[in-house]
C-alpha cells in the first residue's frame, strides 16, 4: 500500500487516538453506554483520550451522577457525553468516565483513578460513596459496612463477648454507634478496659 501512495504523491501516516475529533471519541463511548444498556457489557471506565484503565482503583463522586436508562434518546446520550468530554473535570488525568449497569440503568459517573486502595478508600469515604471499584479483580470494594458478608466478628452484649458472621441480617441490624471487633482478642481487650 505504501507503494501506492508513494506514486500519487502521499505520505503514509498514523492516527493518534488521543487527537481523535471530539465526535468520534463521543460515538465511541455512547457505544459503551449503548452496550452496557443493552446488557452487553457490565460497565467501563474511560477518560478524554480513550484509555481504559485496567489496574488501580476507581473513586466515584465528582460530580453527580447520571442515570441513563432506555427512554433516553441517542440525541440526549451523545450530549451528555459530549458535556462530559469537554468538561475542565476530564482535564485531570486522573478522572475518567465510568459506567455500569444498575437496576436496568447506566449508571454514568466521573471517577478518579487511583493506584493505592488504601488513599482510594479514604478518598471514597470522604466523599460519600458506598463503595469503589477494583479494576484488577473487576469487583466493587464495599466500606458501607465494616465487614463484608462471610467475615467473622464480635460484639459487646450485656458484659460478654459475642461472635457472629456477618450477613445480610447484620446489615440491616447495624448500628454505627456500636463497637464492632475483628478479633475475639480486640473485644476482650476492650472489655477488660471498660472495667478497668
Known amino acids: ?25 463521543r460515538a465511541v463511548i455512547v457505544g459503551m453506554i449503548q452496550d452496557v444498556l443493552g446488557n452487553r457489557k457490565s460497565g467501563f471506565s474511560i477518560n478524554v483520550k480513550l484509555h481504559q484503565p485496567t489496574e488501580g482503583y476507581a473513586v466515584g463522586g465528582n460530580r453527580p451522577e447520571v442515570r441513563v436508562n432506555g427512554a433516553w434518546s441517542v440525541q440526549l446520550i451523545q450530549q451528555m457525553v459530549e458535556d462530559l468530554l469537554t468538561s475542565d473535570l476530564l482535564s485531570d488525568p486522573l478522572m475518567y468516565i465510568g459506567g455500569w449497569r444498575e437496576a436496568g440503568e447506566c449508571v454514568i459517573d466521573v471517577s478518579t483513578i487511583l493506584q493505592d486502595r488504601d488513599e482510594a478508600i479514604r478518598l471514597g469515604r470522604d466523599r460519600g460513596e458506598r463503595a469503589i471499584y477494583d479494576l484488577n479483580n473487576q469487583e466493587d470494594i464495599s466500606f458501607e459496612f465494616p465487614f463484608e458478608e462471610g467475615d467473622d466478628y464480635y460484639t459487646i452484649e450485656n458484659g460478654k463477648v459475642i461472635y457472629s458472621c456477618w450477613d445480610d441480617i447484620s446489615e440491616m441490624e447495624y448500628d454505627p454507634n456500636e463497637k464492632y471487633f475483628a478479633t475475639r482478642e480486640e473485644a476482650e481487650d476492650f472489655l477488660k478496659s471498660m472495667r478497668a
Open 1 to 25: 500500500m505504501s507503494a501506492n501512495l508513494k506514486s500519487i504523491g502521499m505520505k503514509k501516516s498514523t492516527i493518534s487516538i488521543a487527537n481523535l475529533p471530539l465526535h468520534t471519541k
